[in-house]
């Protein structure tokens, strides 16, 4: 599995080409991977959902923040 441990499931899901595109600039841009974006992006909703508290979800100069 990736960086995010053993206990990982795979998900596969359809982004329109503009989402996609999207990302992928935030993604360069901010010199992480797409997936990293998608998964501090679900771990901030499901936080959210929860009612818990917000993890900090920066990004500046470059460099991804948590």
Request: charged share 35%; hydrophobic share 35%; proline share 3%.
């Amino acid at each position: 599995m990736g960086k995010d441990g053993r206990d990982a499931e795979r998900v596969t899901t359809t982004l329109t080409r503009s989402q996609k595109r999207e990302l992928d600039l935030l993604a360069e841009r901010q010199g992480v991977k797409v997936a990293w974006l998608v998964r501090r992006s679900i771990e901030a909703y499901l936080n959210e959902v929860r009612g818990g508290p917000m993890l900090p979800f920066e990004i500046d100069g470059g460099h991804a923040q948590r």
